[in-house]
């Protein structure tokens, strides 16, 4: 059984950066297609950012241009970039394949953007 475990969360404020990662517990990079998901209390998850096993990107329009999603295969970790914070990405972060989410979901990192 695959373990997903995403680091990297904290408080920050507006305008700042955070690099979230998330190591798997066995291979399993190679391929398939990662994401990241984020969830706010009360509303559904949302996925944010996609990298594919080829390395294409794909990115929620919300923080095109300010997010950026990259892997390591060797290590088994995927990175999420997060520069120019906004309130509005406070949020739990999840990792996961992509479009769907075939392994159990970690306990997510919580990244809070407030001044």
């Known amino acids: 059984q695959v373990q997903l475990v995403e680091s990297g969360g904290g408080l920050v404020q507006p305008g700042g950066s955070l690099r979230l990662s998330c190591a798997a517990s066995?291979?399993?990079?190679?391929?398939?297609?990662m994401g990241w998901y984020r969830q706010v209390p009360g509303k559904q998850r949302e996925s944010v950012a996609e990298i594919t096993s080829g390395g294409s990107t794909n990115y929620a329009v919300s923080v095109k241009g300010r997010f950026a999603i990259s892997r390591d295969n060797a290590k088994n970790t995927v990175y999420l970039q997060m520069n120019s914070l906004k309130p509005e990405d406070t949020a739990v972060y999840y990792c996961?394949?992509?479009?769907?989410?075939?392994?159990?979901w970690g306990k997510g990192t919580l990244v809070t953007v407030s001044s």
């Open positions: 996961n394949t992509s479009p769907l989410a075939v392994y159990a």
């Open positions: 066995r291979s399993i990079f190679n391929f398939n297609a």
